[in-house]
């Protein structure tokens, strides 16, 4: 308090700096990101991302706690980046898939990030020049939850076939169209798939064809 020039008390009023209001802008950029946050499912189709970009939603994606399905498809980050996001990926995921996305010069980053996801049901790695060596990465790491699983065109000869046939596993799906299996490596697979076998435009002759669907529906499985 203090005295005016008539005496009078008057009493001084400091006020307190209002708290920041954020702008609209802001208001709505957390009210996506709370969204975001409360994802299931996130899906990427060829995007001309760099590597920082990619960096970044790295950085955000152990924040996506409901995450259960993501799909990259024909975006070419780079090896860091790209194994950066898979080693980000929420341990709870389900279904994966990363196509077509320059993944060959970091299958082993990629392929031991897979162990993590202790709940994955769908694997799909198509459309990357792994060979048969990334393949037994790929397959030596991934969880034994993993009941679909995609490898096409992925430079897969019969070696690569015995790898996954050799894995102590068993699949509901598989799908290896497009790459270099003769009828010895398709008939090793055929005993570990129990609902579906797709592998178009590999190296079978049409009578090779006809004899493994026979030997198929010999299991008693569907054609």
């Known amino acids: 308090d203090d005295e005016n020039h008539n005496g009078q008390t008057r009493t001084k009023?400091?006020?307190?700096?209002p708290p920041q209001v954020p702008s609209t802008q802001g208001k709505?950029?957390?009210?996506?990101?709370?969204?975001?946050?409360?994802?299931?499912?996130?899906?990427?189709?060829n995007l001309g991302?760099?590597?920082?970009?990619?960096?970044?939603l790295a950085s955000a994606l152990p924040q996506l706690t409901k995450l259960k399905s993501f799909l990259m498809i024909g975006i070419a980050v780079g090896p860091e980046a790209l194994g950066s996001l898979v080693s980000s990926l929420p341990?709870?995921?389900?279904?994966?898939t990363?196509?077509?996305?320059?993944?060959?010069?970091?299958?082993?980053?990629?392929?031991?990030?897979?162990?993590?996801?202790?709940?994955?049901?769908?694997?799909?790695?198509?459309e990357h020049a792994w060979g048969d060596a990334g393949v037994e990465l790929i397959v030596s790491h991934m969880p034994q939850t993993i009941h679909f699983l995609e490898l096409g065109a992925v430079g897969m000869s019969d070696?690569?076939?015995?790898?996954?046939a050799n894995s102590s596993r068993s699949f509901r799906k598989l799908i290896v169209n497009q790459n270099y299996l003769t009828k010895s490596g398709v008939g090793l697979l055929l005993h570990i798939v129990h609902e579906k076998f797709f592998l178009t435009q590999n190296r079978l002759s049409?009578?090779?064809?006809?004899?493994?669907?026979?030997e198929w529906a010999s299991m008693g499985k569907n054609a």
Request: glycine residues 4%; proline residues 0%; hydrophobic residues 40%.
């Open 159 to 164: 070696l690569g076939a015995a790898t996954i």
């Open 28 to 45: 709505i950029l957390n009210e996506v990101w709370s969204q975001l946050c409360q994802s299931e499912s996130l899906a990427y189709r």
């Open 13 to 17: 009023i400091f006020h307190k700096t």
């Open 98 to 126: 990363i196509r077509n996305s320059a993944g060959e010069q970091c299958v082993d980053v990629v392929s031991t990030a897979l162990s993590r996801l202790t709940c994955l049901g769908m694997l799909d790695l198509s």
């Open 91 to 96: 341990a709870q995921l389900e279904e994966l």
């Open 49 to 56: 991302w760099d590597a920082e970009q990619a960096l970044k």
């Open 206 to 214: 049409e009578d090779e064809k006809h004899q493994c669907r026979s």
